[in-house]
Structures are given as C-alpha cells and as structure tokens.
C-alpha cells in the first residue's frame, strides 16, 4: 500500500535534532514559510521512524484495540502531513490550512499516552506480562513518548508562533530566553501544594536556595518542561512526607537548592519521606512497575498514592486541569529532562528520605534534541532474549524455591 510505502521511505531519512539555540533562532526570525517547509520533511520523518518500531512489538499488544486506535491517529496524522508535501509554500492559504491541519494533529494526539498505557494494560489482562515484555514494553514507551515530545515541541512551536495564540511578552513560542527557574519551582510548588492539601488536609513547606541567584539568569529553556517534572517530584516528595509523618504535627520541610555552573543548571529536591530502598528506586521510573491504583478505579484511595496518580494536563488554550493518571509521571518527567540533553536522578536514604536532581544544560548550543531513529540495531534490541545475569544474585533467592540441581 502506498502509505506504507512512503513510511518505509522516511524511515530511511534520519531525524534532525535541533538544539534550543535552533529553536530560538527559528523563533525569533518567525518566517512562517521557513517553518512550514521545514516541519513538511521533519513531521513525516519523525512519524515515520515510531510508526516503523510500532511493528517490531509484541504481537500480544499489536492486537489490543487502543494500541490499534493509537497507531490509526498516527496513520492519519501521517496523510495529514504528507497532503502538504507538493503544496505551494508561498500560498497564504496553504499556510493558514496547515496551522489548522497541526492544530488538528495536536488534538487527535491528546490522549496518546492514557491510551497506550491502556494498551499496555489490556495486554497484561489477557496475556499476563513477564519481565522480557516488560523490558520491551519500557525500551519502546520510552522512544515512543520522546519521539512524541520532541513532534509536539516542532507542531506548538509552530502553532505559538503563528496561530492566534496570545503569548507570554518574554517568549519565543514555548521558550523562554530568559527563563525563571525560581518562578518555575514556585509555581510547581503551589500546584503540588495544592493537590496534597486536597487530599491529606496538610502539605509541607518548602525552602529554596540559591547558591548565586545573580547567576540565574540568562538561562534559555522551556518553562513549561521544567514545571512539568518539577510538579511531578513535588507530588512524590510531599506524599512520602505526608506518609511517613502521619501523626505528626509538624511536617520537616522540603528543600530546593539551585545552583548554574558552566554546563549544568541543576536544581535537586530533597525531602524527609523516610525514602525508598536502594533496590526498589529503579522501578520508580518503570511504566509497568507502577503502584499506582489503576485509573478506572472507584475506591477512596488518595490520588497522590503510588508514585505519581494524577497529571496536569495544560490544555491549548493555558488553561490547567487534573486527570487521573497510570502512574507514569516519573518516567515521562525523566523523558522530559533528557529531551534537551538534561537527566533526572533519584538519590534516596532509606530510613530517611530521597534527593532528586534535575540537570539542565546552561547552554543553549549543547541542549540538542534527543531523538529515537530507528535502525537494525533497534530491531535487534525487540528480537534479542533477556540477558542472562552473569553475576550471582542472592535477590533472586526470595522469588523462587532454591532447588538442587541433579544434571
Ligand atoms: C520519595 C519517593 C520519591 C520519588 C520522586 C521524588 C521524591 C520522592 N520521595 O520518597
């Protein structure tokens, strides 16, 4: 067919990651038919390289009916764009229809992630899940939902910047070349707050600190990306709070240090929530490993239960609201901070509490897009069997009966 024909010849071309310098530049010159011709390649590239690792998965989720959903939208999106490839760039109306046709990507997209981690559970309902699905499952939601990131920073970007949005005076788009960590840390603070008081009628405080706040300025990043990974490590940070003081009248503070060094802009979060055994920190950032109840349940559990419950959802108008989430906030906060080059780091004490750093690169040439492509290496990693430990592991020995072996 001719559509799979055309993914497969874009799956040949590789992605261009762009750094936040590039996004800026492209911004601040705000060419409307420079941008439209560019994303025209881009878009189908990026869409094409998902839609192909789409193939390499497990039949079992393949057949699950909100994986096929996904993967129509993606279809769809997909003609969408192409529809524009022989269409004249210095046609007003030909630009005027394509803000639309992004617009309506933007939306048909909204619910990609609730949708696919649907997915993921109707597998798990019918087939069961082990530890080698799972590990397929987590190598692909991760380049699936950076691969979605970074197709929504280009499509908003374009929107922000030629729509009828109105736009934040300081801002090139969603950029701000003078972004205010301190802002970005209060207002993820207060939503946090919000939400924790909402639930266990108490929160705990918070002290920030500057190690040189004149040094802050001049950072050039996406506020919108940090307040989404900062509002998701409140959200831990307080409910393990709230949790291991129960009977407490006063809760120890959360604390925010911020510091900018030549390459790293670094903000970490400390709490006093009595921490997460070493062991167990990894699977902070699994999407199958999620103790979160799922969403369609009824009981009265607090919605900050399980690492991450509820996510904020900035519709397209700036307007905010709450949704139940799948328990998948850490990952996609990770996600977030490694998108431009950055990491997000858990360092825990158990009996104590937990650090979480957030990196950021300070500059802008250095914040590059990560992008997932598709090659046989990526096909290999789908096919290959577990890997077998080759160091004893004595943690083992509590899942299975220890047995003798007479061969
Ligand atoms: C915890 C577990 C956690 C995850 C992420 C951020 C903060 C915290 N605190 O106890």
Redesign the pocket.
Known sequence: CLLHHARHLHSKYVPVPLSMQQYLEFGQKKCEKKSFQFLNDEIPIRLAHIMREFEDLPKELLTMKSVKLVRSWYDLSFKEVQSFAEKDPDDTKVLAEFSVAIQNILNRHSYVVETMAQGVIEMEDTYGMDDKISERIQYFLDRFYMNRISIRMLLTQHAALFGNITNHPRRIGHIDPNCDVIECVSNAFKAARQICEHYHMQAPELDVITADGSKLSNFVYVPGHIEHILFE?FK??MR?VVEYHRDKLELPKLQIIVAKGKQDLTIK?S?Q????PYQDQDK?FQYMYSTAPRPQYTGQESPLAG?MDIDRVTHDNGSRSFRAGYGYG?PLSRLYARYFQGDLV?S?MEGHG?D?YLYLKVNSSEANECLPIYNTTTSRMYEAEKVVSDWSSSTNWNQSIRTYSTT
């Open positions: 490590v831990n940070a393990a979060l709490d929530g009595g921490g997460v902070l690492y850490l858990v825990s937990t979480v």
